[in-house]
Nanobody
Framework: QVQLVESGGDLVQPGGSLRLSCTASGTIFRINAVGWYRQAPGKQREVVAT???????DYVDSVKGRFTVSRDNAKNTVYLQMTRLNPEDTAVYYC?????????????WGQGTQVTVSS
């Protein structure tokens, strides 16, 4: 079983920056696609950023130019660098990873980390 643990969420002022981390643990053979999602109060979970195993990235329009997804395969860790944050970015952020492990294919989610943008 592959577990994901996010960290880095915090209270930040508008215009500020944060970096979220998501580390996978378990008998991991390969991580293919990774992604960051968020869910604001009263709203559905939405995809924020994704990255394939060959480095192709995609972002929701509202964060393009402000957020950057990256990964460190040696550490089984994916990051989300967030800049120029605004109150509309307030949400619980979740990471997702798909790949193969000692138990076969996995599609795992983290527990979420709270990001609050407020003055």
């Amino acid at each position: 079983q592959v577990q994901l643990v996010e960290s880095g969420g915090d209270l930040v002022q508008p215009g500020g920056s944060l970096r979220l981390s998501c580390t996978a643990s378990g008998t991991i053979f390969r991580i293919n696609a990774v992604g960051w999602y968020r869910q604001a109060p009263g709203k559905q979970r939405e995809v924020v950023a994704t990255m394939t195993s060959d480095g192709y990235t995609d972002y929701v329009d509202s964060v393009k130019g402000r957020f950057t997804v990256s990964r460190d395969n040696a550490k089984n860790t994916v990051y989300l660098q967030m800049t120029r944050l605004n109150p509309e970015d307030t949400a619980v952020y979740y990471c997702n990873a798909k790949g193969t492990s000692g138990l076969g294919r996995f599609d795992s989610w983290g527990q979420g980390t709270q990001v609050t943008v407020s003055s």
